[in-house]
């Protein structure tokens, strides 16, 4: 079955870097386009970066410059390369793939502070 398995999270300062990755497994991880999501406490989920199948980028205006999505295919997975992190980068962020159906991870927590 579609799995999707987040990792890499953790807490960092203000300034710093993280990256997160999302593997995958059950489905062929070349055609879907994959996105990653974030939800703070108390708010909704909202997308922060995308990739096509052929590797085009889309970012959220707040992530712009800071972060950068980028997919192995040979390794099924996905990765937000996340650098000068703010306080509100703090959030539980999520891989999703589009399948025709969307599926999603459990998550990971970032949280951002000093």
């Known amino acids: 079955q579609v799995q999707l398995v987040e990792s890499g999270g953790g807490l960092v300062q203000p300034g710093g870097s993280l990256r997160l990755s999302c593997a995958a497994s059950?489905?062929?991880?070349?055609?879907?386009?994959m996105t990653w999501y974030r939800q703070a406490p108390g708010k909704e989920r909202t997308w922060v970066a995308r990739?096509?199948?052929?590797?085009?980028?889309v970012y959220t205006d707040a992530v712009k410059g800071r972060f950068t999505i980028s997919r192995d295919n040979a390794r099924n997975t996905v990765y937000l390369q996340m650098n000068s992190l703010k306080p509100e980068d703090t959030a539980v962020y999520y891989c999703?793939?589009?399948?025709?159906?969307?599926?999603w991870g459990q998550g990971t927590q970032v949280t951002v502070s000093s």
């Open positions: 999703k793939a589009a399948l025709g159906g969307n599926y």
């Open positions: 990739i096509s199948t052929g590797g085009v980028t």
């Open positions: 059950g489905f062929i991880f070349s055609l879907s386009v």
